[in-house]
């Protein structure tokens, strides 16, 4: 009994312990001053300052030197856009048809180079002469052919020239526009060939082609040219035949002086070749070819 007593005694007493701490902290928590209050609700939840922005003052006139004040800058008139595609849209427009004439007369140069100029009958007739020096591949093809080009330049000088003067710079200028700067550039051409071509050779082909022109000036490009080429191919033919001549009776003597010493089996154009080529050059054969094949063509 006595225990029992005991317990419940600190049992009481704690719980009054107890009570009177709650007591003493619910009397600090409600005396404490208000600027520790604002403090802690300061911490607790930060706000955040706004600042606002000044209006912009304006720009007070400044003097110069003089005393005399200075005006603002106007700002520049706006005005009515420009049309697009007005004068530069034409320039655009000929640059490009210039172009395509461009690329359209580098196309036809080989084919005009072959069928209205002098560049036929003089590669053949180079062509031949190696081919009666019995060189296969000497000269090469591209110096024969370049020599081809210069003379034929050459021969064709005065024709570029009035083609040049008459065509291609009015062109050019703006003078002519394409179809009329193509008939006048054509004409010297024209011009040349009718001088060249053989008589028989167009007769053949108006025939063929059954146009019927008052003179020759009225003849089609397309039934001159392939005459013309014809009358080139022929008149080189010959020329190849004559240069052919000499060099044959040499193959000849050389063929018959290995037979007379029964050299059968020895081909003679071995033996031949050194003499072709020795001949050829104690005669001079390049000044002697050259100006013979430019004199064909009646310059």
Not at 40 to 57: A, G, I, N, R
Not at 171 to 187: C, H, K, Q, R
Request: no cysteine.
């Amino acid at each position: 009994m006595n225990a029992q007593a005991g317990t419940v005694k600190w049992r009481l007493l704690r719980d009054v312990v107890l009570l009177a701490l709650a007591a003493a902290a619910l009397v600090v928590l409600t005396n404490r001053p208000a600027s520790a209050q604002t403090e802690v609700d300061e911490v607790e939840s930060p706000t955040t300052t706004v600042v606002e922005p000044e209006p912009p003052t304006e720009p007070q006139p400044s003097s110069d030197a003089e005393g005399l004040p200075l005006q603002a800058p106007t700002p520049p008139e706006v005005g009515e856009p420009e049309a697009i595609g007005g004068d530069e849209g034409g320039t655009t427009e000929d640059s490009a048809l210039s172009i395509i004439v461009i690329l359209t007369a580098l196309a036809l140069v080989p084919t005009v180079l072959i069928m209205a100029t002098s560049f036929t009958r003089i590669v053949i007739v180079l062509g031949l002469t190696r081919n009666a020096l019995g060189l296969q591949g000497v000269p090469p093809n591209q110096v024969l052919i370049g020599l081809a080009v210069f003379l034929t330049l050459f021969v064709m000088g005065p024709t570029l020239e009035q083609a040049n003067d008459e065509a291609l710079q009015p062109y050019l200028d703006g003078e002519l526009d394409f179809s009329e700067a193509y008939d006048a550039g054509i004409e010297p051409f024209r011009g040349f060939m009718l001088e060249q071509v053989r008589d028989d050779d167009l007769a053949m082909f108006i025939d063929l082609s059954a146009d019927e022109p008052e003179n020759p000036e009225d003849v089609p490009l397309t039934t001159l040219a392939p005459a013309f080429l014809v009358s080139e191919l022929r008149a080189a033919f010959i020329i190849g035949f004559i240069i052919f001549i000499p060099f044959l009776v040499v193959d000849m003597i050389v063929s018959a002086t290995l037979m007379a010493m029964g050299m059968v089996m020895l081909p003679p154009v071995v033996i031949s070749l050194p003499f072709k080529i020795l001949l050829f050059v104690m005669v001079d054969g390049w000044f002697l070819l050259v100006p013979t094949l430019l004199r064909s063509f009646e310059l």
